[in-house]
């Protein structure tokens, strides 16, 4: 196959979540490799860095009609692929997310006809366990799933979950490619905090799944106990429940809310327990960055998270809602330097080890590879 550069298109979620965090930086790797990638978002992700040569971005605008306008972002999506995908001779289509990003590549795939790019489409969790598990929705998510070249999934659970809740067919087969991190930028901190300013923090969406009350809920028995403090990092559709939360529990002095941080790794490098009591998660991005910061991991046994932190090992994992459990993990990692320090290397070198940043762009060059080099080859082994 030819080695020269690839014209990439790349959809994803603007906002914070890990979907965009990791087509960012899948695409800015790609570049500096010498590849000319095109972003697709509504605005440009959080974390992409549009001064890095080899990166362009085109926004994905609403239709300018009132009624059509409502919903139309697949339809806008696949109206610039289209254009993009002329202009620029794109060899292939990566899109993050079945819905809406597979739907509006299909579309622009169907009007390029034999000149369209290729099709990859990475699932990155509530596209299978939301959308796809509502049986109003299961076709049209099996359909754009199954309309691409290739399909990846972050971890093995979220890959048997999309075969089984999309009822693929069997021989449908799904690459599982885990997330990573930059252990460059995401490191433990030259000099950690005086043991008495122990800090718990939480990074997300602030979605409801991912059960930030808890999070207040099991800080508040913690700091029942011993001095502490809680970094909330992020914003979202519950964050006004939870700050009420922490005003009705009295906690308003010992909880900040630092809103969405681009530099969240400072944010990570100032914590001494990353607590993420999510209802699901297909893979777990903040836990990982913390442990690639050298934060000990207290979270849910759910998804894909035991694909990333290793129970008693580099964190804790617990049922979901048990907030006792958790308090207690907490409190023992915060009030036992010994077994906070050990947790804290392996966490660190479980990140080093098994998630970093080039060899996963390996894995995705070699499918872009593979994908345009054999058309047969629509999907690679699990």
């Known amino acids: 196959m030819s080695a020269d550069p690839l014209r990439l298109g790349v959809a994803c979620f603007s906002t914070f979540g890990g979907s965009g965090v990791i087509a960012s930086e899948i695409g800015m790797a790609m570049a500096r490799r010498g590849h000319h990638v095109v972003f697709f978002s509504d605005q440009p992700p959080a974390r992409l860095d549009l001064s890095c040569p080899g990166i362009s971005f085109h926004p994905v605008a609403a239709l300018n009609y009132p009624v059509p306008a409502q919903n139309s972002y697949a339809v806008s999506l696949a109206a610039e692929m289209i254009e993009v995908a002329q202009t620029e001779k794109l060899d292939l289509l990566h899109v993050h997310y079945a819905v809406p990003h597979a739907f509006g590549a299909y579309l622009a795939r169907q009007v390029l006809g034999a000149a369209a790019p290729k099709m990859l489409t990475t699932l990155h969790g509530t596209d299978v366990t939301r959308i796809g598990a509502d049986p109003k929705f299961t076709a049209l998510v099996r359909f754009a799933v199954l ?7 972050p971890s093995r659970w979220l890959a048997d979950e999309a075969l089984r809740q999309l009822d693929l067919p069997r021989e449908s087969r799904i690459e599982v490619i885990p997330n990573f991190v930059d252990t460059g930028r995401f490191c433990p901190a030259d000099a950690k905090a ?36 809680l970094h909330l990092a992020g914003d979202g559709p519950e964050r006004s429940h939870v700050e009420a939360l922490v005003s009705l529990l009295g906690l308003a002095d010992d909880v900040t809310f630092f809103g969405e941080r681009v530099d969240v790794a400072k944010v990570l490098q100032g914590s001494d327990v990353f607590l993420l009591p999510s209802e699901t998660e297909s893979f777990g991005l903040g836990a990982l960055e913390a442990m690639a910061c050298g934060v000990p991991v207290v979270a849910s046994n759910v998804g ?30 915060l009030a036992d330097p010994d077994l906070h320090a050990r947790m804290s290397r392996a966490a660190r070198s479980r990140a080093e080890e098994h998630f970093q940043l080039e060899p996963a762009v390996d894995r995705y060059q070699a499918v872009y590879r593979r994908l345009l080099g054999d058309a047969r080859t629509s999907s690679s082994t699990r």
Do not use: C, Q, Y
Request: net charge positive.
């Open 147 to 153: 309309a691409g070249d290739g399909i990846t999934a």
């Open 194 to 229: 005086p043991a008495a300013r122990r800090v718990v923090t939480h990074v997300s969406n602030f979605r409801l799944l991912k059960r930030v009350e808890d999070v207040v809920r099991i800080f508040a028995r913690v700091r029942g106990e011993m001095p502490a403090k």
């Open 304 to 333: 894909g998270l035991p694909e990333v932190v290793r129970d008693g090992e580099t964190g804790f994992l617990a049922a979901v809602g048990d907030i006792g459990d958790m308090a207690k993990h907490v409190r023992d990692l």
